[in-house]
């Protein structure tokens, strides 16, 4: 069963923190990308990558970088946490033809 | 550029009842339109997806949506709802720029079925 996983469920953290959350899939698809889910906002995307090393910035980039060293593993970094990046966060995966997959999210609380 | 409004935030219907879950688009293209589900704690599903083949596009579940150039909607039914059916749902257009591609999620619209 293909999947993509991100390594923590739940996370909290504290504010100026350095945080790091982790996302693999095992489908070899080129495209990865990082959301944010908040209520009555739906999933706002923060950035994607289209290849090993390469990135975009999405529509809500500020206070957030990514890594992607490896074709499998995306990164998304907070430089410094804030209490409003508490959030649900989804990463997801996509082939050239466009199947999107999902994983299961990582709530991050910043105290 | 492209973007999606779902124009009910909440939707409540009664077990057996028809579901009418509304979306309209906005599109400089012929667009690639979805249709995902999200239950509670849970990762996001997809129920179907129009990419400019026959306008009624079935899904899982029961589901099915109609995409209506005209109207620039692709509204969500289902005959009868079921319990089970309560969750978040969301309406998607697939957007390309720059030879890559992303999906741009509507805000959601939470669906309540009642007994």
């Known amino acids: 069963d293909v999947k993509v996983t991100q390594s923590s469920r739940y996370l909290v953290k504290r504010t100026g923190e350095k945080v790091f959350l982790e996302c693999v899939q095992d489908?070899?698809?080129?495209?990865m990308f990082w959301y944010r889910q908040d209520p009555g906002l739906g999933l706002r995307l923060i950035y994607f990558s289209y290849d090993v090393k390469m990135k975009e910035k999405g529509d809500i980039p500020e206070g957030y970088s990514v890594s992607r060293e490896k074709k499998e593993r995306f990164s998304l970094i907070l430089e410094s946490a804030s209490t409003n990046q508490t959030s649900m966060y989804l990463c997801?995966?996509?082939?050239?033809?466009?199947?999107?997959?999902f994983g299961s999210g990582t709530r991050l609380t910043v105290v | 550029a492209q973007s999606v409004t779902q124009l009910d935030s909440h939707v409540s219907v009664s077990e057996g009842t028809p579901v009418l879950l509304r979306c309209n688009y906005s599109?400089?293209?012929?667009?690639?339109l979805f249709w995902y589900v999200q239950h509670p704690n849970k990762g996001l599903q997809l129920l179907l997806k129009?990419?400019?083949?026959?306008?009624l596009v079935k899904g899982i579940n029961g589901f099915e949506a109609e995409f209506k150039k005209s109207e620039t909607s692709f509204h969500l039914t289902k005959p009868s709802a079921h319990m089970s059916d309560a969750a978040e749902y969301f309406c998607v257009v697939r957007w390309f720029s720059g030879g890559y591609n992303k999906l741009i999620f509507g805000a959601g619209t939470r669906l309540a079925v009642h007994p």
């Open positions: 599109s400089s293209y012929s667009p690639s």
């Open positions: 997801a995966s996509s082939s050239s033809n466009y199947g999107y997959t």
């Open positions: 129009y990419t400019s083949a026959a306008t």
């Open positions: 489908m070899d698809h080129e495209n």
